[in-house]
């Protein structure tokens, strides 16, 4: 095909879908990390929310659906579908788990007295560094992430 | 993602390299506590090549500091990035640590 028959790329109209499926192994977090944060770079999103926001909020979720959702059980299996257009990121990530109530867990580690906890900073986190968290359940246990662009 | 482990003086130094996360946090903690029982009590982690820090190694940063200090010692913070900044200002993890601009400064000052 010769370059002037090729379609132009208007990031305005073009919208990125794409399904990871990994092991319940916290060893593929930071390559799924990697794959997404690169697609937002497709994008040109903000470095902020590509190095700070999008890397942690996800860590965090693929780590709740790894250790928590899934317990570590040997052969479950985590999905992430990732949906990301000029203006926004939505992020789903699924385990195999019955889910929680994300009120029961969501702690302030602010709180002078939680401060030199070790735990209870990754609800927290992902609820400070996305715009929306939603939880439900589709054959399995799915949070759903929502980032607006912010440039 | 590793971590190289140095001496200067009297102070250990821990160059975090890449993601400070669930997957790696255990080995930072082991090996600093290793550091520890050897009889080392000053400790500098330098953030200058890390990427980003999950809940997960910030709990073992807040980990160790205790047992640091549980043991007389001190651990201290250097060369984070603005977004790593942010991380521990949004945490308050901020008023927790001694954190320094660099990593010169903060062996100067130790």
New interface residues.
Partial sequence: MGASNSPSFFPDRVHIALEIEIPSD??Y??RVVEIVAMQCAQFAYPA?QR??NI??AL??AL?NAI?RGNGERVGARVQVKVDVTRERLILEVLDEGLGFDFEDCLTD??EPGN????????L??MT??MDRIERFSNQGNVVRMTLTRND | MSFAIKKQGDIVVVDVEGQLIVGNRQELKQRVLDELEKGERKFLIDFSQTGYIDSSGLGVLVSLSKKIREQGGELRLANLNDDLKTLFELTKLDTLFQISDTRERALETF
Avoid at chain 1, 115 to 122: F, H, I, N, V, Y
């Fill in positions: 916290v060893r977090i930071e902020r190095c700070l890397p942690v860590s965090e780590s250790l580690p602010t401060l030199e906890r070790e735990d209870g900073r990754g927290f986190l400070q560094l």
